[in-house]
């Protein structure tokens, strides 16, 4: 028994040492699109139990936004808070269109192949818009967005100097 309680101890441990260095490791922040009226959900674990649902308060105008820790191919890990109250949770959200980055204010704004500068330019959007890009995935503060540019679809990753995880302003 006294080795189990040991162990028990142990694990509890490692297990909190983990789930910090899991917060520590954040890759970047994003938007729950702050035109959505609707609720996200919030889960324990991929394809676990829904612990919350989180909704924009418009009557005090106080948006969510997320930060992302990890992902897989469906979900990401995230603290998801709102801007004014800071009232936050924890846990796995389904990736989709109502999760995404604005960018600031740009003259030319490059998304490249793969998450950093070195790599191919994939295209340069040459005119400034206002719209949310959904994000995809989340690697060393880049994101990979997803936009439409005279209805085109059109994938890259963006630089984290051009992320703008604020609905209130355009981050200049």
Do not use: R
Request: proline share 3%.
């Amino acid at each position: 028994m006294k080795y189990l309680l040991t162990f028990l101890s142990l694990f509890s441990i490692c297990f909190e040492i983990c789930a910090q260095e899991k917060i520590n490791s954040q890759c970047s922040s994003i938007l729950i699109d702050p035109q959505y009226k609707g609720g996200i959900k919030i889960y324990d674990k991929p394809g676990g139990n829904q612990i919350k649902i989180v909704k924009h308060n418009f009557t005090n105008e106080d948006f969510l936004f997320a930060t992302i820790y990890d992902e897989n191919d469906s979900m990401f890990y995230v603290t998801v808070s709102y801007e004014i109250s800071g009232d936050i949770a924890n846990g796995w959200i389904k990736k989709g269109d109502k999760l995404g980055i604005y960018t600031k204010y740009y003259t030319a704004l490059a998304l490249y192949t793969e998450p950093n500068k070195e790599s191919k330019v994939k295209i340069i959007i040459k005119k400034y818009t206002n719209s949310l890009f959904e994000v995809a995935s989340c690697k060393n503060h880049w994101l990979k967005v997803l936009t439409k540019i005279k209805g085109k679809k059109i994938c890259g990753w963006l630089a984290p100097e051009f992320q703008c995880a604020n609905p209130y302003t355009t981050c200049n």
